[in-house]
């Protein structure tokens, strides 16, 4: 049996976290894309698109809870949740910045929507990754009972332990 204390210590640092955060995603993130693009050949873009990111998000949501936030179980309902209203405000934030692409330059070029695209998918996936770690997979600030029956406080995390890293924006898409 675990105790909280010794759950607290399998919590991986930001860092850590970070990298598997980008790894999980960006493995999901490509194998969505070759997913929607065999679907696509039997079923309507749109619809194919539409499976694809809810099952792909419930894959990572999953991945994130075992492996890069360190919970070593399956997601709960509630996180799933969460996850999904980020990935919601994921989608619509590079989805604004196109948009608003468009309004300001009448005929972008591809490089300058891609740029545009991706700059925005970094910030978002930045954005994700502390609304993941912070929020969806945070540990619970209620004390938790130990094997001696003691109550212990989880370990509270400084700012600097949740610092993100310098990476690549090319790294940081969001899951």
């Known amino acids: 049996m675990t105790t909280a204390q010794s759950r607290q210590q399998t919590v991986p640092g930001a860092f850590t976290a970070f990298?598997?955060?980008?790894?999980?995603?960006?493995?999901?993130?490509?194998?969505?894309?070759?997913?929607?693009?065999?679907?696509?050949?039997?079923?309507?873009?749109?619809?194919a698109n539409a499976v694809v990111t809810v099952v792909s998000t419930l894959l990572a949501?999953?991945?994130?809870?075992?492996?890069?936030f360190g919970a070593g179980e399956h997601a709960t309902w509630r996180?799933?949740?969460?996850?999904?209203?980020?990935?919601?405000?994921?989608?619509?934030?590079?989805c604004a910045a196109v948009f608003v692409l468009h309004q300001l330059v009448a005929t972008p070029g591809a490089m300058l929507e891609q740029t545009v695209?991706?700059?925005?998918?970094?910030?978002?996936?930045?954005?994700?990754?502390?609304?993941?770690?912070?929020v969806v997979f945070a540990r619970g600030s209620r004390p938790q009972a130990t094997a001696?029956?003691?109550?212990?406080?989880?370990?509270?995390?400084?700012?600097?332990?949740?610092?993100?890293?310098?990476?690549?924006?090319?790294?940081?898409?969001?899951?």
């Open 19 to 47: 990298a598997r955060f980008t790894l999980l995603g960006g493995t999901v993130g490509l194998a969505s894309s070759f997913t929607v693009a065999a679907l696509a050949t039997h079923i309507p873009w749109g619809a």
């Open 79 to 94: 996180q799933h949740a969460q996850s999904a209203g980020s990935a919601a405000a994921a989608f619509a934030l590079t």
């Open 61 to 68: 949501t999953d991945l994130h809870a075992r492996f890069s």
């Open 148 to 175: 001696a029956g003691r109550a212990a406080w989880p370990v509270q995390a400084t700012a600097a332990d949740m610092a993100a890293p310098s990476v690549p924006a090319m790294l940081c898409r969001a899951a």
């Open 117 to 134: 695209y991706l700059a925005a998918s970094a910030f978002a996936g930045l954005a994700r990754f502390a609304v993941l770690r912070l």
